[in-house]
T-cell receptor, first 113, second 113 residues
Framework: ETGVTQSPTHLIKTRGQQVTLRCSSQSGHNTVSWYQQALGQGPQFIFQYYREEENGRGNFPPRFSGLQFPNYSSELNVNALELDDSALYLC????????????FGPGTRLTVL | DQQVKQNSPSLSVQEGRISILNCDYTNSMFDYFLWYKKYPAEGPTFLISISSIKDKNEDGRFTVFLNKSAKHLSLHIVPSQPGDSAVYFCAASVGGGDYKLSFGAGTTVTVRA
């Protein structure tokens, strides 16, 4: 069984640029959630996708957007990057049938200069 | 607004002794609680969960206690082992573990030999 994978591992961008982060969910999982973890803090919920539709959003501006594909993999897009967007971005997948915990990937470390 | 709080940033415990991690929450709608463990350069790993209809859940060395009236939960690790050294996050959700998770800031546990 393949776990949650994310790419790239690390990324450096400059302020104002755009970035796309990718996530492959665990086999059999149809729900993907994205979290932002700033240094010294717990993960903060960005949004969740279930069967290719956004299914809940946290307190993040519209320049944070996402997609989920038919194979349940997902992308997180961030436009007009700001210095405060520097963080670890975590993807988590789960199965609604299981009504259970989310399984996290290793994350993408984004640095905005 | 931080709805889940872990007020102890760090905990040091001797190998073989009990580790007790605490977590408080403010949102009375939370009905599912989880503990995750995180090693450096890895994503959070699910440890144990508890539904609001229970006050205790046990899994091997890990036990979670829930006090709904106090809006407080705790994680007990007995006996503590060196491999338990990690950051522990408390998380809560409404409707189940596969929905939006609200995390605490984490507690860093160091198990001394």
């Amino acid at each position: 069984e393949t776990g949650v994978t994310q790419s790239p591992t690390h990324l450096i961008k400059t302020r104002g640029q755009q970035v796309t982060l990718r996530c492959s969910s665990q086999s059999g999982h149809n729900t993907v959630s994205w979290y932002q973890q700033a240094l010294g803090q717990g993960p903060q919920f960005i949004f969740q996708y279930y069967r290719e539709e956004e299914n809940g959003r946290g307190n993040f501006p519209p320049r944070f957007s996402g997609l989920q594909f038919p194979n349940y993999s997902s992308e997180l897009n961030v436009n007009a990057l700001e210095l405060d967007d520097s963080a670890l971005y975590l993807c988590a997948s789960s199965s609604r049938r299981a009504y259970n915990e989310q399984f996290f990937g290793p994350g993408t470390r984004l640095t905005v200069l | 607004d931080q709805q889940v709080k872990q007020n102890s940033p760090s905990l040091s415990v001797q190998e073989g002794r009990i580790s007790i991690l605490n977590c408080d929450y403010t949102n009375s709608m939370f009905d599912y609680f989880l503990w995750y463990k995180k090693y450096p350069a890895e994503g959070p790993t699910f440890l144990i969960s508890i539904s609001s209809i229970k006050d205790k859940n046990e899994d091997g060395r890990f036990t979670v206690f829930l006090n709904k009236s106090a809006k407080h939960l705790s994680l007990h690790i007995v006996p503590s082992q060196p491999g338990d050294s990690a950051v522990y996050f408390c998380a809560a959700s409404v409707g189940g573990g596969d929905y939006k998770l609200s995390f605490g800031a984490g507690t860093t546990v160091t198990v001394r030999a």
